[in-house]
């Protein structure tokens, strides 16, 4: 038998090489397309990372602002109270002066006059003085506080009709000319004032009769009044009452009688 030909490897085939090229061609291929996506995503990272840092300086930049424009807000609100409160004590100033000035004047009630006499002042003013002021002034006489009745024109400048309600009689304004006459005249108005005969003569342990007939109350700011009326409509008050322009009033289940410091207070702090 011939020698065999041991150690002797076979030679690689061409295809088989031709097949590992193209294996590594295409991983090369894979690898690159790969790289090339990666390069893009870190691009976007990066630009998302300049962006977030751009937010955070952005949002470091607007906390600043915000910071400062809550302190201007509060500057601003301390202005605008600092205002209020200077508008609502000119407005106290206001009508205390307004006040005043009609501390000569009083308001009464269902005195029915003619038109002749309303338009006649000289005949106003002895209407008003005759029904409502001579009896009040009659029982200061008696009561020793004056020694006369003065005479109408020594007593009232002025008095005319306010608009009012049709079909009633309509409010009248006076004015007098001493503010110490004024005083008596509310003074002694509780005992002396004509009232209207109570119900079959009852007059009640008193020994007064009815309500008044012809009310008298101060000449009132349009302020103070709106005030008045909102505390005599709580709940919480038994009575309310003006004296020379000054509110009073009572709580319910109190003895205590007390005054409105400030018109411009809300309701609940003046009642407090």
Avoid at 49 to 61: N, W
Avoid at 107 to 115: A, G
Avoid at 160 to 172: A, D, E, F, T
Avoid at 197 to 225: A, H, M, N, V
Wanted: charged fraction near 30%; aromatic fraction near 4%.
């Amino acid at each position: 038998m011939p020698p065999s030909k041991k150690g002797t490897a076979a030679p690689a085939s061409v295809s088989d090489d031709e097949t590992s090229l193209s294996d590594i061609a295409r991983l090369l291929k894979s690898q690159s397309e790969q790289l090339a996506t990666l390069t893009v995503q870190i691009a976007k990272v990066d630009k998302i990372e300049a962006e977030v840092k751009d937010l955070r300086t952005l949002i470091v930049a607007l906390r600043d602002e915000n910071k400062e424009l809550k302190a201007i807000v509060v500057e601003k609100d301390k202005v605008i109270d600092d205002m209020s409160k200077s508008i609502s004590n000119m407005e106290e100033k206001l009508n205390n002066v307004e006040q005043h000035h009609r501390s000569w004047g009083a308001r009464v009630l269902n005195l029915k006059v003619s038109e002749a006499e309303a338009a006649d002042p000289a005949a106003m003013i002895g209407r008003v003085f005759d029904l409502a002021l001579r009896p009040i002034l009659e029982g200061a006489v008696r009561a020793g506080k004056l020694t006369e009745v003065p005479p109408a024109h020594q007593v009232l400048e002025v008095a005319h009709i306010l608009p009012g309600k049709p079909g009633v009689p309509r409010p009248i304004i006076m004015r007098f000319f001493s503010r110490n006459i004024r005083s008596i005249c509310f003074q002694f108005k509780k005992d002396f004032a004509p009232r209207e005969p109570e119900p079959r003569g009852d007059q009640g342990e008193s020994g007064r009769k009815g309500r008044f007939k012809y009310p008298l109350y101060d000449d009132l700011t349009k302020p103070t009044l709106m005030k008045m009326r909102a505390i005599q409509q709580d709940d919480r008050v038994l009575a309310c009452w003006t004296v020379n322009g000054r509110i009073h009033f009572r709580l319910k289940e109190s003895e205590m009688v007390r005054k409105v410091v400030s018109i411009h207070d809300p309701l609940d702090v003046i009642l407090k």
